[in-house]
């Protein structure tokens, strides 16, 4: 599980035990759905023990729903929304994340025990967290300090001491792997969002924004609600008559302005400030308010929970088989020539190393599949490149269109002259892919 990524993805199939086949790694759709329906029905228990009114919570709830519910079915936020990605469910431990301060600031749980077990609540979200996404430890910078603060100050060194030692002990196996695994998500973290890979998705900020609004306008009208909200309560001066929900409020603020700012605009990496600016907005809107008792919140919770479990089972069949339908194509040459490394020239949404990586591990035969996308990505010399399709049984190539990465394919030219002074063909093997068999593998088998 170590990888470029934390692994809360990776774990979502251990439900399931050893997945063989397509039907069986689908299942992991259904845990997805239901590890975001558990951070809904937390955020709902959490916002009914703050206690907003009912009217600003069912006004924030549509204001979410016109962002990630109501959109365009081609529209690129319905399919980051819906895709097997973390980032909805990051965007509600988020949201949770940041109702713990406004909950610290109002709930009375003065006792060692109450404390003891504040520290596992903040421990188990917060971990959820940065296992799931590394930049949500930009929430661990900001809201464990105010937690600390806002324990010390309403309850005492000792019970702040509690909750702290709680939090640490709770949460140290997710730190304990980020210590000791998590070099390359860091490194990874800083390419995607400010460094090299980053550049190659940058687009300017008006283009973004524009683009984002034609392809969801409900979130637009989401903001603009949010927008002439705080406008009003500024006017009224009431802004600032919870600090800490104001605070809340701007760190969540400050998430946004960090996205919009990094090199990589992706409306998805802007979903915790999506689903948790109107929720925010509601806290201060409500003004004072009257907190849901435990058990009341806790039903309310668990209902939430079950009725989105029961709608998660569908979820099983989300996953489209025809997905690895040219990737199956690929394999089924490799099996007639008796071909054991694949390398693919070209990449594109539907035919690229990843869905290569994941059409073998159903392949009823080992096949080691790799890809030449990134070598001018990271300016590595062709002549690395030109070595790797020496070594490579089949070499494929897929006809170029209009939905293909330019920053990935900038060398397909150059792989196809080398391609066809070491290898047989061009041969079709589908209506707009076509592969290289390599002579010098072939030479190298039969001198074998």
């Not at 774990?11 to 997945?19: D, E, K, V």
């Not at 937390?42 to 600003?56: A, D, E, N």
Request: with cysteine; glycine share 4%; hydrophobic share 50%.
């Amino acid at each position: 599980m170590v990888s470029i990524r934390p692994p809360m993805m990776t774990l979502l199939g251990i439900p399931w035990g050893p997945l063989r086949t397509w039907e069986e790694a689908s299942k992991c759709f259904i845990t997805l759905a239901a590890a975001i329906a558990l951070m809904v029905a937390m955020s709902l228990y959490l916002l009914l023990r703050i206690g907003p009114r009912p009217v600003f919570l069912i006004a924030a709830s549509l204001c979410t729903w016109l962002s990630m519910g109501l959109q365009w079915p081609q529209s690129l936020t319905h399919a980051c929304a819906t895709a097997f990605l973390a980032d909805t469910f990051f965007a509600w431990t988020a949201l949770a994340a940041a109702l713990l301060i406004p909950l610290e600031a109002r709930t009375n749980c003065s006792t060692t025990l109450d404390a003891v077990l504040r520290g596992a609540l903040w421990a188990v979200i917060i971990s959820l967290g940065a296992m799931t996404k590394l930049n949500f430890l930009y929430f661990v910078a900001l809201i464990m300090p105010a937690l600390a603060f806002l324990r010390f100050r309403l309850h005492g060194p000792l019970n702040a001491l509690a909750a702290m030692a709680a939090f640490t002990c709770c949460s140290a196996p997710s730190a304990i792997y980020l210590i000791r695994y998590g070099h390359l998500a860091f490194e990874n973290l800083k390419a995607s969002s400010f460094g090299s890979i980053a550049g190659f998705y940058n687009r300017p900020l008006l283009s973004f924004l524009a683009a984002t609004t034609r392809d969801t306008p409900g979130m637009a009208v989401s903001f603009l609600l949010i927008a002439t909200s705080l406008l009003y309560l500024a006017i009224r001066r009431r802004l600032a008559r919870s600090r800490a929900d104001l605070g809340t409020l701007v760190i969540m603020i400050g998430f946004a302005i960090i996205v919009f700012s990094a090199t990589n605009r992706q409306i998805r990496y802007a979903f915790p400030a999506v689903v948790a600016l109107p929720f925010l907005t509601a806290l201060l809107m409500s003004g004072e308010q009257s907190p849901t008792s435990r058990r009341t919140a806790a039903m309310a919770a668990i209902m939430v929970f079950c009725g989105l479990l029961v709608a998660s089972v569908p979820m099983r069949h989300r996953p489209d088989a025809r997905s690895l339908s040219r990737c199956n194509a690929v394999l089924a040459a490799a099996e007639r020539w008796n071909a054991h490394q694949i390398l693919l020239a070209t990449d594109s949404p539907n035919l690229n190393s990843q869905l290569m990586e994941l059409a073998t591990l159903f392949s009823s035969r080992p096949v080691l599949a790799g890809t030449l996308a990134y070598g001018a990505m990271y300016r590595l010399p062709v002549e690395e490149d030109f070595g790797a399709m020496n070594n490579a049984d089949l070499i494929v190539f897929q006809d170029r269109f209009r939905g293909e990465p330019q920053f990935t394919n900038q060398r397909v030219a150059q792989y196809e002259a080398y391609a066809q002074r070491i290898g047989n063909g061009p041969i079709r093997i589908t209506d707009d892919m076509y592969v290289y068999r390599i002579h010098t593998r072939e030479q190298q088998q039969n001198s074998q």
